[in-house]
């Protein structure tokens, strides 16, 4: 377990304070993956390297496990970064030695015996038996990262961090590493905590997500409910970016509707549930379609419908609203009906 409080990070630049992280306060839980997004800037390669103390905070807690970290003595240091492995963007890797030397090479530092049926493991859980002896100009961008990741798994860390280890992969290798992701935290039970500025690598794997903005963690919760619901311009708009819901798309069908119109958020097994036939047939009324998105959340399938109630004037909005949430489909207004 993680509990960042209070958190600050300022740089001296050219005798300038710049402040990183502002009243930071976390709390990550064992076997979680948990993602952070924002913006190029906004502080995250800071804040995901104060967990290793890579970085120092100018000033509050980090507490790994009930031990402040930033109170360590330089044996605790060591400790801790053999206990924390890191995972790269543009992998590290150390050019001039092979892929099995490149794993095992943590395990040196730390003055480790080298047990080759581990390091076997350490290869096949990553899909590299095959390149063991090759040297990381053979490799693919997919491959390096894989290296990069038994690398980080060598001296069987609690918590991995991951600071925006997908961002030089195309998007199919992408999504093979998150799945390699995945698959350790749930085969070790190891806590991930993975930056990055795109939200469908949070969407693929991770738990809960913290947004920050400029230093700040403005918003964080479950995946679901900041995808469906984002609340900060910073989140709503790198969720446009990712062909998530896009808010001029649909306001565009807004300014169509006449009647009411609502945002319908479905997850889990609602997705697939015939509602608005349903509901259409018990309360006499018709649904037009405005804009929708259906897709993953993780494991969870989720849908979001924009539909304009016809006959709106005759509808009572709000029961029509508690009918849906009986179902447990959640509702917004984002239209009142116009009364002609
Ligand atoms: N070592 C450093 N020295 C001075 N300023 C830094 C340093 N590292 C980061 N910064 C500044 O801190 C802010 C956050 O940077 P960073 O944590 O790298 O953001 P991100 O990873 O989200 O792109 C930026 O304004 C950046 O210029
Ligand atoms: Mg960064």
Redesign the pocket.
């Known amino acids: 377990m993680i509990r960042i409080r209070n958190l600050y990070k300022t740089?001296q630049?050219d005798g300038r304070a710049?402040t990183?992280l502002r009243d930071i306060n976390l709390e990550i839980g064992r076997g979680e993956i948990f993602g952070i997004i924002?913006r190029?800037?906004?502080?995250?390669?800071?804040?995901i390297r104060t967990l290793n103390l890579l970085e120092r905070p100018s000033s509050g807690h980090i507490e790994i496990d009930g031990q402040d970290i930033t109170a360590l003595d330089a044996q605790g240091l060591v400790n801790l970064r053999q206990q924390t492995g890191m995972v790269f963007q543009h992998f590290n890797l150390l050019m001039a030695r092979t892929v099995e030397e490149n794993i095992v090479f943590p395990l040196k530092l730390a003055k480790k015996p080298i047990d080759p049926q581990h390091i076997q493991q350490l290869l096949e859980l990553v899909g590299l038996q095959d390149h063991r002896h090759k040297y990381p100009a053979q490799l693919s961008g997919g491959q390096k990262q894989r290296v990069g990741i038994a690398r980080a798994l060598a001296n069987a860390p609690k918590l991995l961090l991951c600071d925006e280890a997908t961002s030089a992969l195309d998007p199919q290798t992408t999504q093979a590493i998150l799945q390699l992701l995945l698959d350790i935290n749930r085969r070790m039970g190891l806590t991930i905590v993975l930056?990055t500025h795109e939200m469908n690598v949070v969407k693929s794997i991770c738990d809960r997500v913290a947004v920050i903005d400029a230093?700040e963690i403005v918003e964080l919760g479950p995946v679901s409910e900041i995808f469906l619901h984002p609340a900060h311009p910073a989140t709503q708009s790198m969720l446009a970016e990712s062909g998530g819901q896009n808010e001029a798309e649909w306001q565009a069908a807004l300014a169509m509707a006449q009647g009411a119109v609502l945002r319908l958020s479905f997850t889990g097994a609602t997705t697939h549930q015939p509602l608005l036939h349903e509901l259409a047939q018990q309360w006499g009324i018709a649904f037009n379609i405005l804009h929708g998105t259906i897709g993953r959340i993780k494991d969870t399938p989720y849908g979001q419908l924009i539909v304009e109630v016809a006959q709106a004037n005759t509808v009572d909005i709000t029961a029509l609203q508690d009918a849906f949430a009986a179902r447990g489909v959640r509702t917004d207004i984002l239209q009142q009906g116009k009364r002609p």
């Open positions: 740089y630049v710049v990183a924002g190029s800037g906004a502080g995250k390669s800071s804040l930056i230093g």
